[in-house]
Structures are given as C-alpha cells and as structure tokens.
C-alpha cells in the first residue's frame, strides 16, 4: 500500500557547516508495490526539494564563479534549492551502504537503463522502467539531484533554482555565443543549445551591430551574414515578432553549415551552484545535516557510508570538472564521493562554473564547436604545457585537499575521434603513453559508439548504419567492481586501453582501415586547441573574447585496427573478438544533410561483413565472408560463449550475464543471415 504523501519544510537548525538548510519532501511510495529486491528488500521513492544555503567567506565556496557577487540572506549566506529524487532500502540497514548518484544529464534519470537494462526511467512505476534490478538486487541507494538551471520545465526533469550575480542594483552584461548547424534548410534557430531553455536573452534584438556568421569548417573562415537578411524574431500566427532568443532568416540556413552568433546578455546564473549542490546533497546523505532530532529528512541519508558519482556523457564531464575545481571537499573539509565512474567523457570538462556558462553545450567535431569544453587539463596528473607556460593536471586540488576519490573512466571508442580521449593517457603532442593516477583506472569499450544504437540498426541522417554494439554488459560488471573497490578493498580489473607503446594508438591518417567498397574514411576528427577566452578567464571566470582566440593545437589520436577495421585494444566483446561485421567509433554525415566529409556527432559504424565468399568477390569486399569465417550458427555461437566466458574470468562483464550476450550474438546472426 502506498505510504502517505508528505508536504513537508523541515526547518534545520544552525551549525558552522550547514550547507543543507531544508528538505521539503513532496512524494513518498513503495518501489512496485513493496516488491523485495534481493538481501536488501523492498525499497521506497522519496521526491521533493532540497534547500541550500553555502557562506561565500569558507574556501570551499571561493572556487563558485562569482560567489561575491550572489545575493545573501540576512546571515550572510548565499540560498539556492534543487528537485531531488530517492530510491533507498525501507530498511535502509539491508542495503550495501552505498549511495549511487547519477548526475542527470540534462535533468534526466538514465542510470537505470545503463545498469539495469530499463527500457525508461520517466515515471519509475513499471517494472520495465527497472529493468532487470540489478542496482536494487545489489543493495544501492539511488539519488538524482537537479544541478542544471535551463533544463525545459517538463515533468519529471530536476532542475536546479538558482539566483543570478548582480553588482549591487546594476546587472551584469557580458558575451554569449551561439552555434547552429541545420540538417535540413530552417528559417529559425534557437540561441539555446537544442532543447534547453533560454539561458541568457539577447539583451537587444535589434541591435544594429549583431553579427551572425557562417562557415564551412569549424576552423574555417567567418563569413559575415548581412544583416538586412536576418533579425532576432520568431514566427507566430504567420507574422514576425521580435525575439531575444530565436534567430530568423526568411532564406533559410543552408544544411551543414556552421552559423554563429555572438550578442550581448545579462544577469548571468550562478552556474557554480550546480556542484556546490551536488557536494552538499551527497555530504548530507552521508554525513547527516544540521539536526539532532530524527525526522523525515534526518532519514534520506541513513544507513549510507560511501557515495559513488556516476555520470554519462554531459555528466561525466561534469565529474570531470567537479574534481577539478575542488568541488570534492564539503564545507567541514569532508570527502564527498569516494568512487567516480565517468562515462563517455573523453578528456572533456565543461561549462558548469563560469560567467554566462551555459552547461548543455558540448564539443564535438562539427557541433558546439570552440565552446570550453575540451581544454587543458586532460589527464589526472600534472602536464606542462610549455606554450603557455602551464603544468597542471585534473586532479590537483584533490589531491592538495586529500579528497582524491577512486576513479573509473569509461570510453566508446567513439570519444577518441569526438572527445579527444587519448589526451587523459597520452602527452599533450600525443608522443608517448601517460600512465593515470593511482587509483584511477580507464576503460575503453572497442567497436563502439557514445551510446549503443537500437537493433537492429536504422540509418538516419548517416552514411553508415549506426553501431549497436552494447558496453552496458562491461558498464554493469566494472560498476560492481568499484563498489566491491570501495566497500572491500578488492583490486578491479586492469586498465584496457590502447597504448602508443603497443602500436594501439596512432594519428588518424594512420589508422590502417581496410578497403571496403563504398565506404568512406574520417579525414577530420575533434580537434582541440589552445583557445583563448581572456585574461579573466582562468582566475575569474569570465570570458572577454567570443569566439576565443585560436592558439596551437593539441594531438589527439584514434585506436588501431585489424584487418577486418575492429580496434585492436580496449574491452574487446565476443563481437568484436568473433565478428560478423566492423563495428567502428566514426560515422560520416549523410550528403542529403550537407558537408559529408564530416563525423556525425556521438555515432559510429556497423558495417556487415559479405555473406558468402562470391558475395565477397563480387563486391570486392577484402574481409572474409561470414560463410568462410563460421561453418554454421552453432559453431559461432560456441566461439561467443568461449570469449563471454573469458571476460567473465577477467572481471569485465558479470558471469550471470554470459547468456544474455550470447542472446544477443544470436539475434545478430539471424539478422544477418536472414537477408535483413
């Protein structure tokens, strides 16, 4: 029966350290109807809002970008709240004493399908949204935070509530940037990144000096669009009204093209809020707030030890960033997380703590191009950067504050051609390997894209089918791993990544792709630089120059292949180790959505091999057919188990799930054979 729904503001009382103020808790309900979920039995949700308040004057404020300049309650303290989201054990002393806490990306709850193999997470009312309840099975509490101030004002995306920095009763101006590119021809573009809510207004639509531009290569030359040809606006009802955040053009904006503007705005978030938020949420789950007596709130925390933070893509770069700045020591000088499992990052951070930052956008090689994201430093320990002078490496504050958490990086192959990968475990001119920190680990999943394509596989808007070959098997196994790291002292798998030294790494035009009819190769890949924003930039900040100022490049490089185009190094799956097809992290954009010589952002390729060896010579194919490789479906699928149950071994997929890989090779053969 469902428990009874709280409307709740508990008021906390005051301590030196307080950063948690009050915990209004909005809904509470059994987890499918009371179900038990393995040693830890039946788990509850808990939602509602999270109120903050940090004091500006600690040091571990200092590093939240304009934090002098936020408005203070009459104590002096800077308030914010956050959606927060809970699944914890009714008894929270069966669970295993860990705390899971996905950043969401873009206000969204996804660790479910990660872990768990959900098919949603929107409501968490289904059992299809838990999937196979792995995460619940083993123990985990789960928390999700809103960190995110411009998510759209949808059901069920947390969101962060934050003030914005003024100077005084004057608002502060500064520059944003705003980047497009078109598929299709469009009359309008938002100055929002995708979907997400206007971050920051054009303070003036028609202002006479707005320059849109527009080039062919993302460091290509700036044309300049008239002006007469364009105008802040939006269409509504058949007619043109003015607009702070929609660009027009009755013309349209040509496909694969990259359009840019750059305009004045003002009364910019404080950003920085975002992992403060995320520090105080986790530090109060594991440490308790300002409180003696029980209560609801005393309660979301209990039976909690460990906090592990677990980010995809956007929040793994956010994780990324959070120990950069420091953000992994609460207010009393306590350790927040104590595992990071950061996936698909690449060597990125992002704009999570600057002035005017706006955190969905991303970097890729032809979209959100030039926006701080892949930028020095890359990997966990100092490098010197002799051009600028620099010798820093991700990690520096933690370790200074000894809050350095264990780490996991995880990486599609996709991120060595969209996210520069290679600069967290290589020198910055890409000349030799860079081993990680000590208890950081890294993990590259062979043959796969930033996130596994549906099967079977539909072609969009690619040259090539898209790559459904699925890390979520490794993803669930080294997620085990860091728990039993953490909990048990119990060394996880080694590092598998592909190493300069080995031959495994090289420069793209190196990469020794075989000839497959009809294929095109990568000329162009994530190209990162030293990109100047300004002098307060890096102490401050505050970005001066938009577009920055483009320096010398860094040297990122692509795994190598084998004769068939599979990479060589990194967790090879039974796939890739007996294969029906190459399964690469690159994929080239459609002709039909312009510039074709360009990587289509986070998709990668699935590229069948021949059926039958006349197939192979017809089509002058130089891989093997699958006849000649396999004598039939049995003999291949005997292969599959062989390699599943050998990863088993190695601790880099879980050997209650050899099965289901061996399912799904299945599901690929008939595929295949079945002459699709």
């Known amino acids: 029966m469902a428990l009874r729904i709280l409307g709740l503001w508990l008021l906390l009382g005051q301590l030196a350290v307080a950063a948690v103020v009050g915990v209004e808790v909005q809904g509470r309900s059994e987890v499918l109807h009371g179900r038990s979920f393995g040693a830890a039995g039946t788990y509850e949700k808990i939602h509602g809002r999270v109120f903050f308040e940090v004091d500006p004057r600690l040091e571990q404020n200092r590093i939240i970008c304009d934090i002098d300049l936020a408005p203070r309650n009459r104590r002096g303290k800077v308030e914010f709240s956050s959606d927060f989201f809970l699944i914890r054990p009714t008894r929270p002393g069966k669970g295993n004493g860990t705390v899971l806490y996905e950043v969401c990306n873009r206000g969204r709850k996804g660790m479910l399908g990660m872990f768990s193999l959900a098919t949603s997470s929107r409501e968490l009312t289904t059992p299809t949204e838990f999937g196979d309840a792995l995460l619940l099975d083993h123990g985990f509490s789960l928390a999700w935070l809103g960190w995110q101030f411009d998510v759209p004002r949808v059901s069920n995306r947390l969101r962060l509530y934050a003030p914005v920095a003024k100077q005084g009763s004057t608002p502060i101006r500064g520059l944003v940037r705003a980047e497009f590119v078109p598929e299709t021809r469009v009359r309008s573009f938002p100055l929002a990144d995708r979907n997400m809510e206007p971050a920051y207004p054009a303070i003036d639509p028609d202002d006479p000096d707005l320059k849109l531009t527009v080039r062919d290569l993302t460091d290509g030359p700036r044309k300049i669009v008239p002006r007469k040809h364009w105008r802040l606006a939006r269409e509504e009802n058949g007619k043109l009204v003015a607009s702070s955040g929609q660009v027009f053009m009755a013309s349209g904006f040509e496909p694969g093209r990259i359009y840019e503007l750059v305009y004045a705005a003002e009364n910019p978030t404080l950003v920085g809020l975002g992992p403060a938020a995320t520090r105080d949420f986790i530090a109060f789950l594991k440490y308790g707030g300002a409180f003696q007596e029980t209560s609801s709130a005393r309660e979301l925390g209990s039976g909690l030890r460990r906090a592990i933070g677990f980010g995809t893509s956007q929040s793994g770069r956010f994780l990324r960033t959070f120990l950069y700045y420091g953000f992994n020591q609460d207010e009393g000088g306590r350790p927040v997380f104590d595992g990071v499992l950061s996936h698909v990052a690449g060597a990125s951070r992002g704009s999570f703590n600057h002035r005017f930052a706006q955190p969905s956008r991303d970097a890729h090689s032809f979209m959100n191009t030039f ?172 970005a001066t120059l938009q577009p920055p100022r483009v320096g010398g490049a860094f040297r990122p490089l692509v795994l190598q292949v084998d004769r068939d185009g599979n990479e060589l190094a990194g967790i090879r799956l039974p796939v890739i180790r007996v294969p029906l097809a190459t399964y690469t992290g690159w994929n080239l954009r459609h002709p039909d959505i312009g510039s074709p010589a360009e990587l289509y952002s986070m998709v990668g390729s699935f590229i069948p091999f021949p059926g039958t060896r006349r197939e192979r010579l017809q089509a002058g194919d130089p891989r093997l057919s699958i006849a000649e490789r396999y004598s039939s479906r049995e003999a291949y699928l005997r292969r599959i188990r062989t390699e599943a149950r050998r990863l088993a071994r190695q601790g880099y997929v879980i050997g209650s799930d050899v099965p289901y890989l061996t399912r799904q090779a299945a599901e690929l053969w008939d595929y295949l054979r079945s002459g699709r």
Do not use: C
Not at 388 to 416: C, H, M, W
């Open 371 to 542: 926006y701080p994201t892949v930028i020095y430093p890359f990997a966990d320990l100092p490098q010197p950067d002799r051009e600028r002078g620099l010798n820093e490496g991700v990690l520096d504050r933690s370790r200074r504050q000894e809050s350095t958490p264990k780490i996991f990086y995880t990486n599609a192959s996709y991120e060595y051609y969209g996210r520069a990968a290679s600069l967290i475990h290589t020198s910055l001119d890409g000349g030799r390997d860079v081993p990680p920190a000590p208890n950081t680990r890294v993990y590259v999943f062979a043959g796969t894209q930033h996130g596994p394509a549906s099967f079977p596989p539909q072609r969009r808007s690619t040259a090539n089918l898209p790559n459904p070959n699925d890390f979520r098997w490794p993803m669930r196994a080294l997620l085990l791993a860091l728990q039993a790291w953490l909990a048990e002292d119990r060394q996880p798998p080694p590092s598998q990544y592909p190493r300069i030294s080995q031959g495994e790494l090289v420069p793209l035009d190196r990469m020794s792709f075989p000839g497959i009819p009809g294929v095109r190769l990568p000329v162009r890949m994530m190209q990162p630089y030293r990109l100047d924003y300004g002098p307060d930039f890096r102490t401050r900040g505050i």
